[in-house]
């Protein structure tokens, strides 16, 4: 082959490249490379390192999902504010509304009595935290409020207590003297009932015919003519500007009512002797009648304590004219069905 001729040599390849120039135009473009169109076909891409470097780091899918976060969070909100707002501003609304003024109720109080802005009725001139006036307290260097003013004398122990009518020391002093008290509920003493009752300044309650004699003695008395209870009969005295008197008050409901009598008063011959004690009678027990004693000075040195049905009787008899027979609470309870007493 070295020995072939360089011009027959070149004849061939010559004639090799005539040969392929002469084809025809569709077999040519059979062989040019296949349409970058065609999907199916891989394409061959010419990628360069710097623009590999320039392309971004960050991840288009995940700033989308961030972007609908934020969109989902902000229409939650939305939500939220659209129900809370209205809610707020019904609140303020209603708030508004309800702070309107209460009517005022008007407490209407007995004789005697004044009402407090809570709807109580207090005595100003024997409540110790409305001595005077409503909401003045006395301090605790007094034990009492006495006659409108603090003071040091035994106080009133009746809660509501009312005085009964004729017997106001504030206006003057009292002695030998009775007066008639209607009461909202009916007494029964000795089976005999009635809500008309007479108090005699001098330590007694009747039912019936009463007296305001003084001078005390035994049981049966002719000076009274019907059930008659002698707390503490003996000369007694109200002394004026003081808390001395006699008071009443009706506590509870029906049929359980009590109905509390409370004689505070002095001596004659001294207005700093005191007799101060309660008369009690219970709705739901008729016939039986308490006693209850607080301060008594001498304790019935010269006094009559006991109960009875009329003049001639019968009648049940604690004491008379007996020292220190009662001191500070001692109580009786005298029982007009067995005619006896307890205490």
């Given at each position: ?50 623009d ?91 034990t009492s ?6 003071s ?54 009747c ?47 029906a ?84 005619g006896?007493?307890?205490?």
């Amino acid at each position: 082959m070295n020995n072939i001729n360089p011009k027959i040599r070149l004849s061939v390849w010559d004639a090799v490249d005539n040969n392929v120039n002469n084809q025809p135009k569709s077999e040519q473009v059979d062989k040019q490379p296949p349409s970058t169109k065609n999907a199916s076909t891989p394409r061959h891409v010419k990628v360069n390192m710097n623009d590999i470097a320039n392309v971004s780091k960050k991840n288009p899918r995940k700033g989308g999902l961030c972007i609908k976060c934020c969109l989902a969070f902000l229409i939650l909100l939305l939500i939220i504010a659209a129900g809370v707002v209205p809610a707020v501003v019904i609140i303020i609304l209603k708030s508004d509304i309800t702070t309107t003024t209460v009517a005022t109720t008007t407490i209407a109080c007995v004789s005697g009595l004044t009402a407090t802005s809570s709807g109580a009725c207090v005595n100003t001139q024997i409540d110790f935290n409305n001595c005077g006036s409503v909401g003045y307290v006395c301090s605790s260097n007094y034990t009492s409020c006495s006659g409108g003013l603090c003071s040091t004398t035994p106080a009133v122990m009746l809660s509501g207590a009312i005085g009964v009518p004729g017997f106001n020391s504030s206006i003057s002093s009292i002695d030998d003297a009775i007066t008639l008290v209607t009461l909202p509920l009916n007494i029964t003493l000795f089976n005999y009932t009635t809500n008309n009752i007479t108090v005699s300044s001098n330590g007694v309650i009747c039912l019936g015919i009463c007296s305001a004699d003084y001078s005390n003695g035994n049981l049966s008395s002719s000076s009274f003519g019907g059930p008659t209870v002698f707390g503490f009969w003996d000369d007694l005295f109200i002394t004026t500007g003081t808390s001395q008197a006699i008071y009443y008050a009706v506590s509870g409901t029906a049929p359980n009512r009590i109905t509390t009598f409370e004689f505070y008063e002095s001596s004659y011959a001294s207005s700093t002797q005191y007799y101060h004690f309660q008369v009690i009678f219970y709705e739901n027990l008729p016939n039986i009648v308490k006693c209850f004693y607080f301060d008594m000075s001498d304790g019935g040195a010269s006094a009559t304590i006991g109960i009875q049905a009329s003049a001639s009787g019968p009648s049940v008899t604690y004491s008379v004219d007996q020292a220190n027979a009662v001191a500070y609470n001692t109580s009786l309870i005298f029982n007009t069905n067995t005619g006896t007493f307890t205490g």
